[in-house]
């Protein structure tokens, strides 16, 4: 107990202090450190017990510096509070702790620090590969390079022209499919009149949703359609959605929102405005979070936890050479299943 309690007190080891302890070469070290192969059983026992009896952190900056890798997976998001990015970290953090790394999170709201964010996580040596949260469109507009480290994109996917971005990783999921159950749902239930309440105008997921809806509305004849802009957060929707009822003699009998906080403020509205859902308006909502259930809202249940095992699990093997140039290998789009509930539950008049 003593022993134990003065190496606690001792200068922090280093790889040749710790390789002559354990009788081995400061390779192996390295490698039991990095949680790599190539070590035989007993030896990486005895490198591991030194480790841990005098409590050795590595420092993963460090061996960034000296161009090995750290361990550490750059993840960048827009917003903390958003959910949909929450569950995503989640996905991600689970599938890098199983491979023996840890993640290294920032936020950054704004289009200019977004990016300065992600030139610094590329080009600096403190990350092994970074992932991009629905980064906003105008990231496209700037060229990764050659040496930069892995990028992964998590919902969303570089236009044809961004040609340096062609090489990212991308984890999408299939809108198109989605917006086209989900509208389809809505004319057999006898709503003819949809607006679709969208989503923050500069992420992907955003104009594909828009686009994907005005496409569905052409394959219904008969049926009307258009997009309301500008109420992308619960709040915003609450007054975009009052304005629009109070100021227009021809009512929508169906609102689609871009998610589920959205589809809320909605609910809220249509509530205080004593407005009967589903028989009067139906509402329907994107991502299935945990309240929808409780709420009995239609919504498209979008798989976040498994966007972001998915997203990592491509980040790895671009990091350990296994995608090649294949470009399927990169890329990965997810399904997403209807889950049609009590907000848009009316008999088809």
């Not at 192969?37 to 841990?52: F, K, N, T």
């Not at 919902?155 to 989900?182: C, F, H, I």
């Not at 997921?205 to 994907?212: I, M, S």
């Amino acid at each position: 107990m003593a022993a134990n309690k003065d190496a606690a007190h001792q200068k922090p080891l280093n790889l040749v202090e710790i390789a002559k302890l354990a009788g081995s070469s400061k390779s192996a070290v390295s490698r039991v450190i990095q949680n790599q192969s190539g070590v035989a059983p007993e030896v990486r026992a005895r490198i591991q017990h030194i480790i841990r009896v005098h409590h050795y952190r590595p420092s993963l900056f460090g061996r960034g510096l000296k161009g090995s890798r750290t361990g550490l997976i750059g993840v960048l998001g827009r917003f903390m509070e958003s959910g949909f990015t929450a569950e995503v970290i989640r996905g991600i953090d689970d599938e890098v702790k199983k491979r023996g790394g840890h993640t290294l999170v920032s936020f950054a709201p704004g289009i200019e620090e977004y990016i300065a964010f992600w030139r610094s996580f590329v080009s600096g040596g403190q990350v092994d590969g970074v992932i991009l949260i629905a980064p906003p469109v105008d990231l496209f507009n700037q060229s990764v390079g050659p040496s930069d480290r892995p990028t992964i994109l998590c919902a969303a996917e570089p236009p044809k022209k961004a040609t340096s971005w062609q090489r990212a990783g991308a984890v999408t999921v299939d809108n198109r499919s989605a917006m086209d159950r989900l509208v389809h749902h809505l004319v057999i239930k006898g709503y003819k009149r949809l607006a679709h309440l969208a989503g923050q105008p500069d992420i992907f997921d955003t104009q594909e949703r828009v686009r994907c809806f005005e496409d569905a509305i052409r394959k219904h004849p008969g049926i009307t359609g258009h997009v309301l802009q500008g109420a992308w957060t619960s709040e915003l929707a609450r007054e975009v959605v009052h304005e629009h009822l109070e100021t227009h003699g021809t009512w929508p009998d169906a609102f689609l929102a871009f998610n589920d906080a959205i589809a809320l403020g909605t609910l809220q509205t249509l509530q205080a405005m004593k407005i009967a859902v589903p028989d009067r308006i139906g509402v329907t909502g994107w991502d299935d979070i945990p309240f929808s259930d409780y709420a009995g809202l239609t919504t498209i249940h979008l798989p976040m936890h498994e966007m972001g095992i998915k997203t990592a699990e491509i980040l790895y093997r671009l990091l350990e050479g296994k995608a090649g140039d294949l470009h399927a290998a990169r890329r990965a789009k997810l399904e997403m299943p209807l889950k049609a509930r009590r907000t848009t539950a009316r008999e088809h008049s």
